[in-house]
């Protein structure tokens, strides 16, 4: 009878309080500067499209020779940009696949997606501002001894693909300008940094140049043969969600983002990761030498282990 009547009692008083919580801030959530509202615009994407979000780095010309980055491709620069796109991912689990070259990273929303009721400007501004951040927070991870010397930009913009066929051509489109653009740095970077020449004079050299004559370039002055160079450079990084194997945790298996350098064009890619298409989970996947050793999947691992070995050790220490 006790308990009961405690009970009524404090169930009395939270209702008392709650009354007065509700009488003191509902003029506030009804004032009369709330028509300002209606000035915002509704920018809520079409339903049923591909979203793709397309993050390019602002003046990264200046910015990569100011922080004395390897030409034409840094290791270093391109993976950090990778793992900033990683956090991407991690964060939004309705990126379904990720695509990046050079300064520029591409992130591509199943056509199904909700986040943020589908409005443009909160996806956009969270996607650039989250890569950005993760981009100068990890900049030491990758880059050290190198100092970052002013803080990088990102801009960023929204485009929509009404088809599956649309968005794959969109992903080969970006993919076809990784090679080209590669090939004509490739090339003028030899010619300036071995070959002698000045910036102007290889722009010159190589001006109505076909692939075939790159390559030629390449080989016959060089001794280079274009497609002996890494896939990274020449076809890009895919990111991927897989289960994977941790190493070290006896056969214990993980969601992670996998990088892939490999051809997106054809079908046999898209036949290989049906569930890009199809939103399905992530597929058990067996990471090659590459990927395994890859600082991508070496910093995720790391990361597993590390929460792995905490819980542990708080197991160890409960009573």
């Known amino acids: ?51 793709v979000v397309r993050i390019d780095g602002k003046a990264f010309h200046k910015f990569t020779k100011k922080h004395d980055f390897a030409k034409p491709n840094d290791d270093n620069g391109l993976n950090l940009m990778s793992y900033a796109a990683v956090q991407v991912m991690k964060e939004f689990n309705e990126i379904v696949i990720a695509f990046g070259q050079s300064d520029e990273y591409s992130f591509v929303l199943h056509k199904t997606a909700e986040v943020y009721n589908r409005r443009e400007s909160k996806i956009l501004t969270c996607i650039n501002s989250l890569f950005t951040s993760s981009y100068v927070f990890y900049w030491n991870t990758f880059c050290e001894p190198k100092k970052l010397l002013y803080p990088p930009s990102f801009d960023a913009r929204v485009v929509l693909y009404p088809s599956d066929e649309d968005m794959r051509n969109y992903l080969s489109w970006r993919q076809a300008d990784t090679h080209i653009n590669n090939l004509y740095n490739t090339v003028f970077w030899k010619l300036v940094l071995e070959g002698g020449r000045t910036n102007v004079e290889a722009q010159e050299d190589l001006s109505g140049t076909f692939s075939a004559d790159k390559n030629e370039i390449l080989f016959s002055r060089f001794g280079i043969n274009y497609n002996n160079l890494p896939q990274m450079y020449r076809k890009g990084t895919i990111l991927l969600r897989k289960n994977v194997e941790v190493p070290k945790l006896d056969g214990k298996r993980t969601q992670a983002i996998v990088p892939f350098f490999v051809d997106l064009i054809k079908d046999q890619f898209w036949n290989e990761h049906a569930e890009v298409l199809t939103r399905d989970r992530p597929q058990d996947y067996k990471l090659d030498e590459e990927q395994l050793m890859h600082p991508l999947m070496q910093k995720q691992f790391d990361i597993v282990c590390k929460r792995k070995n905490n819980n542990k050790n708080t197991e160890q220490n409960s009573p």
Do not use: G
């Open 1 to 51: 009878m006790l308990n009961l009547l405690c009970r009524k009692k404090a169930a009395n008083v939270i209702s008392l309080v709650s009354k007065r919580f509700l009488s003191k801030s509902s003029p506030m959530a009804n004032s009369k500067f709330d028509y300002v509202r209606n000035f915002e615009k509704n920018d809520a994407i079409l339903p049923n499209c591909w979203i």
